[in-house]
């Protein structure tokens, strides 16, 4: 049995007990109760003892360890693996957090959990710097710098939620925070473009159906796929010809005049007799999914391939042992996203003062006081009646105009 001593300038008591090789160490209990110094010495000496029977494995540790913190807190001492821990914690978030941001937090911590192989199972105090740099180095080799950036910022979150909860000392995502800046630089290498008028004629002739509607809100309306593709009937005032809606993205209230394109197109479709039908049935089904936006952008890339604007993206890429993707996606300059530039451009271009123009993108401006500056229907209206019509030829003074 593990017995106590005092030593001379301490008021502690010290545990004496026999290590694993047979050595007799005194160990500190920083207790000054006999009764809970005793009872963490003889566990100490229990843990020792099995350790020279080698039968202390991680699990029978941890029990030890809630024992001896048990036996001097009132509060029983928490472990949790990392398996159990985000897998809990994504489960948490599906209460608190929108649908789409509680499955990306689920998606991360399936990833890690993976990446970790089988140290998920071990507790995740046992987390270190290189397990989160190997996870997000493997997120970059597979897909882009910027998508590896996001990966490590979930990452830091649910491993912080994990140190909120005394499960870790230390945030070891934390720890690697500082790379943010070099995968800005290498993300910022590819920058966004925006869309000629000839290639805006040319994307409109490969595209079919819904989405040559969607092209035109696109450009006409500078708003993001997103907010397009859950667009209802209910949104369009046919009176006033204007768009009625909020933002996803930001929860902006947003009110848009009808370009005259886009107005053609919605006036040859059937109106239901149901104003919650969306505007675009197909994109909408895809889009109010958990992954719809990345299936709406897959599909307008594939109209730009067969633009000729961009390679054909296969859908899978296999490397020689079958074990997926082998090579980081190359991240185009061109995107759904181009059309919103391309309304910013040409705005700008027309000669459309910031204030109207970031009124229609729906971007903050440095001109613009919620409370102060009401930018009216009509100045708007004016604004995007100055845009082209890429749905009929280009006129030969515009092309002089554009030197073609």
Known sequence: MASLRKKDRSDYFFACYYTADGRRVQRSTKQTNRKKAQAMADLLEKAAKLGAQKRLGE?????IMQDIYSAVNTEPLTFATTRDFLNGWAEKLKA???P????????IARDFITSLGTRADLDISQVERSDVARFRDGVEA???PA???KALKYLRIALGAAQRDGLMQTNPAQLLIKKRTTVEQQAAKVMRRAFTVPELKMILGNASG???GIILCGLYMGQRLKDIARLTWQNVDAENRQFHFVTAKTGKKMDLPIAVPVLAYITELQAPDDPAAPLFPKA???GIKDTGDSRLSQQFHAILAASGMVDERKTKLKTEDGKGRSNSRKVSEISFHSLRHTATSMLK????VESVAMEIIGHDSSVISKHYTHVDSHAKRAAIALLPDITKPTSPSYRMSLGL
């Open 349 to 352: 271009s027309a000669g459309v």
């Open 210 to 212: 819904e989405w040559r």
């Open 59 to 63: 699990s029978q540790a941890r029990r």
């Open 100 to 107: 789409r941001t509680a499955a990306a937090y689920a998606q």
């Open 142 to 144: 597979r897909t882009s």
């Open 147 to 149: 998508t590896a950036h």
């Open 96 to 98: 608190t957090t929108a």
């Open 284 to 286: 909408y089904k895809i």
